[in-house]
């Protein structure tokens, strides 16, 4: 039997809270390393569709349902994850109510766009620059 190295696929989701003003995004604290700040997300199961594992990772990380937008961009840096060759489908979704963590996620923060703290995991620091020029110009990451 061969047995084959393969990235781990993975999902991050930008939760906009559209019941604030603002539409501020939910950012957890890991519980586990690398620690720090991050998008919500996590591994996709086996045989689990990367939108239910969105769906799935946000209801277990930040208590709450939401409303995927749109599929924003891949991430596939070999380097993103220290852990392991990852590669992360980021969805843009939408939600109200009040987070709760739970599950890897030590505590949450609800942020406004200009309050994104400086220590985050990963390459999530480039996630959220992404977004925030799409957000605000509606430029879309080029593909490098």
């Known amino acids: 039997m061969i047995n084959y190295r393969?990235?781990?696929?993975?999902v991050d989701i930008i939760i906009e809270l559209i019941d604030?003003?603002?539409?501020?995004i939910i950012l957890i604290e890991r519980k586990n390393e690398p620690f720090g700040w991050a998008i919500p997300g996590g591994f996709v199961d086996y045989g689990e569709s990367v939108e239910n594992a969105a769906r799935r990772e946000a209801l277990e990380e930040v208590?709450?349902?939401?409303?995927?937008v749109e599929q924003f961009h891949v991430y596939s840096n070999p380097e993103r994850d220290i852990r392991k060759h990852t590669i992360s489908i980021v969805f843009i979704a939408s939600a109200i109510g009040q987070p709760k963590a739970d599950d890897d996620a030590l505590n949450l923060g609800v942020f406004n766009v200009w309050e994104i703290p400086s220590n985050l995991c990963f390459d999530h620091d480039v996630i959220l620059k992404d977004y925030l020029r799409y957000r605000h110009y509606n430029i879309r990451p080029s593909i490098t």
């Open 63 to 68: 208590s709450l349902k939401v409303n995927l």
């Open 6 to 10: 393969n990235p781990a696929p993975t």
């Open 20 to 24: 604030r003003p603002h539409r501020p």
